[in-house]
């Protein structure tokens, strides 16, 4: 998700950070490609020109002007603009403590609606609620058979009545009937076009007037780009919007959308759905979704991923210590070992910081071999080593090396790279926002500039931060090191 514009963004900010000064008119040309990023992924020409006009106004003030290093500074504008552009924050359903809730959703035809009506009533369920799904898709038959086999699958009441034609009765009676049971939450599954008409917004109008939601969701299929825009204007025209649901961010959506759809509505993006399946939902973060668009990645959704996935005991004892900075090749192998029961590598390395710049270079296949490799060499290791690994010496390592069935250097680079990851967990335990993300830049850049010796051991493991003379030698030997091998591929 986001590649193409994650590209473009690291494209326009590599260009800025080789430049001493930043001037008007070198920035400019970085602001320029950034624009044209967003409107390649489809964002709104509206929301571009207003999410450009604050970055500008920002970038192009005293601050930045007499700032020693411009590019942070910009990566920095521009995160924190694509935080207020998406946000605010507001993953709330604001159900009523007592009584049934209505959340009504909406938006055009094959935009996830049923599905993520499922997907909610799932969490509410979850959640201890006694949802109930209502089949106000009258179209098509097969849509009520569709949301009747959902509600089978995830053990959840759907309210449908045969033969009907009209939707607003439905409802209604869905709300009656709501009322005799003791069922909380309803969900109206309503009708979708292809395309916005005046009879679809009609009825919805109707429904919306006689049933009175509490919430109206706005479905929005990320992957539709422009037509995502065009269509959140007309619904949320029609109907107040509470908050939209943005899905299908788990193919190759641009992304877009998400810059579009808060400044179009005025309603909070709620929830995105990742998958077809009914746990496939996750809250919206502006400020992830803004870390992802630069290519800092979603360490924060991994983490929560894997909450779900794995013991929480042992994640939480390793929070803490991440917190604290101690960082051992137990931890090492533990993350490796979560990642791997995760999903498909591809995926896992998009969410790592500073790994979707590496991620086209690398054969995926010979990746999960690595993988593998890794965890033989750990094992290989006795508990102190793990637990200390400035033990590994030269002949601790042969060792090793035999006992997993690899080559000496194979442990001496697992090492390096085990090094490299702890000085970056050690440097972004102590940080705040700034400091995070220029640590995750000097990793993108190390990795980018060198991705042969992928995690070259980092000079300062004090935690001691580069002065920027120091910075600006280190990237001059990396640009040079980088010179050596093209003309050596030559
Ligand atoms: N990959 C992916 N597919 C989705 C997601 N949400 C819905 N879909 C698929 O999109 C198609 C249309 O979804 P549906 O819920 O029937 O749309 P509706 O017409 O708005 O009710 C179905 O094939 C769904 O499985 C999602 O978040 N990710
Ligand atoms: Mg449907």
Redesign the pocket.
């Known amino acids: 998700m986001f590649e193409s514009l994650q590209n473009k963004l690291s494209e326009a900010f590599r260009h800025l950070s080789g430049k001493a000064v930043l001037t008007e008119s070198n920035m400019k040309e970085g602001l320029t490609m950034i624009q044209n990023a967003l409107l390649e992924a489809d964002a709104g020409y509206e929301a571009v020109k207003a999410f450009m006009a604050r970055v500008q106004e920002k970038a192009l003030g005293e601050k930045v002007l007499k700032s020693l290093r411009p590019s942070d500074q910009l990566v920095k504008i521009v995160h924190e603009e694509l935080i207020q552009f998406m946000g605010p924050v507001d993953n709330d359903l604001h159900l009523k403590r007592s009584g049934v809730s209505i959340i009504m959703m909406c ?11 499922g997907k909610l009533a799932r969490m509410l369920k979850i959640r201890g609620r006694k949802p109930m799904l209502v089949a106000a ?1 009258l179209q098509r038959p097969a ?1 009520v058979r ?1 949301l009747q086999v959902l509600g089978e699958q995830i053990g959840i009441p759907v309210y449908a009545e045969e033969g009907e034609q009209n939707p607003v009765k439905v409802c209604n009676d869905a709300v009656k009937e709501a009322e005799k049971t003791d069922c909380d939450v309803l969900i109206l ?1 309503t009708a ?1 076009r292809l395309h916005i008409d005046e009879a679809l917004m009609d009825e919805l109008k109707k429904i919306e007037s006689q049933c009175n939601p509490d919430q109206v969701y706005l ?1 929005v ?1 990320a992957m539709t780009g422009q037509d995502a825009v065009v269509s959140a204007k007309a619904f949320n025209d029609a109907l107040a919007l509470n908050g939209v649901i943005l ?5 190759d959506a641009r992304g877009g959308a998400a810059l579009s759809m808060r400044h179009i509505s005025g309603a909070p993006i709620k929830f ?5 399946q009914m746990d ?1 939902l996750e809250e919206f973060h502006p400020d992830r979704m803004a870390g992802r668009i630069l290519g800092m990645g979603d360490i924060l959704t991994l983490v929560e991923t894997a909450q779900r996935e794995f013991d929480q005991d042992e994640l939480r004892q390793q929070e803490e210590r991440m917190k604290k900075g101690e960082f051992t090749f137990d931890d090492f192998r533990r993350m490796m070992n979560q990642t791997r029961r995760l999903g498909p590598l591809g995926k896992i390395l998009g969410m790592i910081p500073g790994m979707g710049a590496i991620k086209q270079m690398m054969d995926m296949d010979v990746a999960e071999n690595e993988m593998k490799k890794l965890g033989g060499i750990i094992d290989s290791m006795t508990k102190k080593e793990r637990a200390n690994p400035d033990l590994i010496d030269n002949s601790r390592k042969k060792r090793i090396a035999a006992g997993a069935g690899v080559g000496v250097n194979e442990v001496s680079e697992i090492c390096k790279q085990f090094g490299a990851m702890a000085s970056i967990m050690k440097k972004m335990s102590g940080l705040g926002m700034g400091g995070k993300m220029q640590a995750m830049q000097e990793l993108t850049r190390q990795m980018t500039t060198n991705p042969q010796a992928r995690l070259a051991k980092q000079k300062g493991s004090t935690g001691k931060r580069l002065t920027p003379a120091e910075r600006a030698k280190q990237r001059k030997e990396l640009e040079r090191e980088l010179k050596r091998k093209r003309r050596a591929e030559k």
């Open positions: 938006g055009l035809q094959g935009s996830g609606k049923t599905t993520t009506t898709d849509a569709q599954d979708g479905v299929d899905t299908k961010l788990d193919g995105m759905g990742v998958g077809e496939a």
